[in-house]
């Protein structure tokens, strides 16, 4: 994908959340994205963002702006230039000038889900917090009607995440629950294989749980993914695969699903190529947002809608982040009843860009 004569405005919009967000990574107060806007001769416009989430993605922010310099100063955007080493960065692009392609702003991909007449299923997301605050997260979440709840584990001795897990169950036994371990489980717990671990969770009847050992551990996650009585997906264990190594980690790991964030992988083709892997083994998969602005998750709600091919029917989808901030763009987002949906294409607040000489 090749764009010249193309004046490039960007500004980079630090994003506030409500509430301290606690990750097995640490805690992240606020978070970087860089909004983009192209824009082509007759004055159309594309927007896109570069979202990455410190400690996780690939991408640093001082190649970011060399990068978003270069092509502004030569008004010209090459997809294919764009470095592997920046998949924050591809996303951004790619989904600009897919925007810049429909010449309808915020509609990178139109559809019955752009124009507001369909809408996506989400899971409630609960974010690390003591016992207390995660069941009073589940409350409130399961009372605005979600079926599918998912949560952040391993921050607290594990004893007492199946204290409060097993709390949960015995209020809600018919939601459907995911977990998400980012890796946890690699820490030794006195008293807890990870396996042993994952044999007590299926006790809770669970849906899957999310990357239970660290990417590095590729024999660990194998020999887990045989045994293991509850079914596993991977996630961070996909960034940073090269396109010619995914089918072989896939093969070697053997995981029930895949979970894909289009700006940590480099953007929705290389997303659907995982996609295309993973169906051929039969195996699952959903996407999920990566804390972007609603500018970013408004593009991945859409290109989820209709922009994938796939012939499996779609899980219920990790998209309920736009609330979790206290500046986010203005947008016709809206969350209700456990699915996500838009109000249409008329309502948007384009953010502030610049140029930079």
């Known amino acids: 994908m090749r764009k010249a004569g193309i004046d490039v405005q960007w500004v980079r919009f630090e994003m506030k959340f409500k509430k301290p967000a606690k990750t097995s990574r640490g805690t992240l107060l606020t978070k970087p994205s860089w909004l983009i806007r192209l ?18 993605s690939m991408d640093e922010p001082a190649e970011i702006e060399a990068h978003l310099l270069d092509i502004q100063q030569r008004r010209e955007v090459v997809f294919e230039e764009v470095p592997l080493a920046l998949p924050a960065l591809r996303f951004a692009i790619e989904m600009a000038l897919a925007d810049l392609k429909t010449r309808q702003s915020f509609v990178p991909f139109d559809g019955s889900f752009a124009q507001g007449q369909s809408r996506i299923e989400i899971n409630g997301l609960m974010w ?5 605050g995660l069941l009073d997260q589940a409350a ?21 995440e199946l204290e409060w897990m097993r709390a ?13 371990a980012n890796g946890a489980f690699s820490q030794p717990e006195s008293g807890w294989t990870p396996l042993k671990k994952l044999e007590s969770l299926a006790e809770i009847g669970l849906h899957s749980i999310e990357q239970p050992l660290h990417p590095s551990d590729k024999r660990g996650l194998a020999e887990l993914c045989k045994v293991s009585p509850v079914p596993i997906a991977l996630d961070e264990s996909l960034i940073g695969v090269p396109v ?4 072989a980690l896939l093969d070697a790991i053997d995981p029930d699903f895949l979970v894909l964030k289009p700006s940590l992988l480099g953007g929705f083709a290389a997303s659907q190529h995982w996609i295309q892997q993973a169906e051929q083994r039969d195996m699952g998969w959903w996407v999920t947002s990566a804390l972007e602005t609603n500018m970013g998750l408004n593009a991945i709600a859409q290109w989820t809608a209709n922009g994938i091919q796939s012939h499996a029917p ?10 979790l901030f206290t500046n986010n763009i203005p947008a016709p987002l809206e969350v209700s009843e456990g699915y996500l949906s838009t109000r249409g294409v008329q309502n948007w607040e384009a953010p502030e860009v610049r140029s930079v000489s």
């Not at 010619?244 to 089918?247: D, H, I, M, P, V």
Request: aromatic share 6%.
């Open 244 to 247: 010619e190594a995914q089918g």
């Open 314 to 323: 779609l899980l219920p989808q990790g998209l309920g982040t736009g609330g």
């Open 128 to 132: 690390m917090d003591d016992p207390k």
């Open 168 to 180: 949960l169950r015995a209020i809600a036994p018919e939601v459907t629950f995911r977990v998400d």
């Open 140 to 160: 409130t979440l399961l009372k605005s009607g979600f079926k599918t709840l998912k949560a952040k584990v391993g921050s607290m001795p594990f004893e007492q």
């Open 39 to 56: 824009r082509d001769v007759t004055g159309a416009c594309g927007w896109g963002e570069c979202s990455i989430i410190p400690g996780l």
